[in-house]
């Protein structure tokens, strides 16, 4: 099994005990070690599938605007559990191959692996609900059937995606390229950078 294709299996476990309640309260009950590749992809998938259902429910147009602002603050919150998770991640691929040489005329991909790997879960999201789009009782058949069209390219994009995350690692393993890991340095959630916050002061 390629690491994308493991990826996935854990991304679609991660998915499938999410919905076995469909509570964003629900607290993440991972299976895998902690410290573990396994425990931060599930991690990963666990966080990205609650904050697509507080994006859901955020968008309702009768929300209490208090709540609307109290959600919006944990989506916030949430995305920076999100970027942090994927630069473990990334670490977790730098000791992997730090004893990797890479070669003389080495490239820089444009991404990450992690970032890739991100991309990934969002795409098994995404999979999942178009295919309950299509599935849909209540649904027009033109409705299944211009999400079944969707579903069809978001499955072709899974699979092009687990091929370059797979070559990528790969090339690095090999030393044809080499991966630089840079922070995020989301500005806004910091105090001493967000000028309204430290314009509050």
Same mark, same amino acid.
């Given at each position: 099994m390629?690491?994308s294709e ?8 991660a998915?499938r005990?999410?919905?076995?309640t469909d ?9 895998y070690?902690?410290?573990t590749?396994?425990?931060?992809l599930y991690?990963?998938c666990?966080?990205?599938?609650v904050?697509?259902?507080l994006?859901?429910i ?7 605007p208090?709540?609307?602002l109290? !959600?919006?603050?944990r989506?916030?919150r949430s995305?920076?559990?999100?970027t942090d $998770?994927v #630069?473990d =991640?990334d670490?977790?691929?730098?000791q ?7 070669l003389?005329?080495a490239?820089l991909?444009t991404?990450s692996?992690?970032w ?8 098994a999201l995404k ?10 009782e209540?649904?027009s058949k033109e409705h299944k059937?211009?999400?079944a069209?969707?579903?069809a390219v !978001?499955?072709e994009?899974q699979?092009?995606l687990?091929?370059a995350i797979?070559? $990528?690692? #790969?090339d =690095?393993?090999?030393?044809r390229?080499?991966?630089?890991v840079?922070?995020q ?7 001493s950078?967000n ?6 002061k």
């Amino acid at each position: 099994m390629s690491f994308s294709e493991h990826c996935n299996k854990i991304f679609c476990q991660a998915i499938r005990d999410y919905h076995l309640t469909d509570n964003v309260d629900v607290p993440m009950n991972n299976p895998y070690e902690r410290g573990t590749i396994d425990y931060s992809l599930y991690m990963k998938c666990w966080i990205d599938t609650v904050q697509w259902h507080l994006e859901d429910i955020i968008r309702d147009p009768h929300i209490n605007p208090d709540e609307a602002l109290s !959600l919006k603050r944990r989506i916030d919150r949430s995305n920076q559990d999100r970027t942090d $998770l994927v #630069e473990d =991640i990334d670490s977790y691929f730098r000791q992997q191959y730090c004893d990797v040489r890479p070669l003389d005329d080495a490239r820089l991909n444009t991404e990450s692996p992690a970032w890739a790997v991100d991309r990934l879960s969002i795409l098994a999201l995404k999979i999942y609900h178009m295919t309950e789009q299509t599935e849909r009782e209540d649904a027009s058949k033109e409705h299944k059937e211009k999400c079944a069209a969707k579903l069809a390219v !978001l499955n072709e994009q899974q699979v092009d995606l687990g091929t370059a995350i797979d070559q $990528l690692l #790969e090339d =690095i393993e090999t030393g044809r390229k080499y991966m630089k890991v840079y922070r995020q340095m989301k500005m806004y959630n910091d105090p001493s950078t967000n000028p309204v916050l430290y314009n509050k002061k």
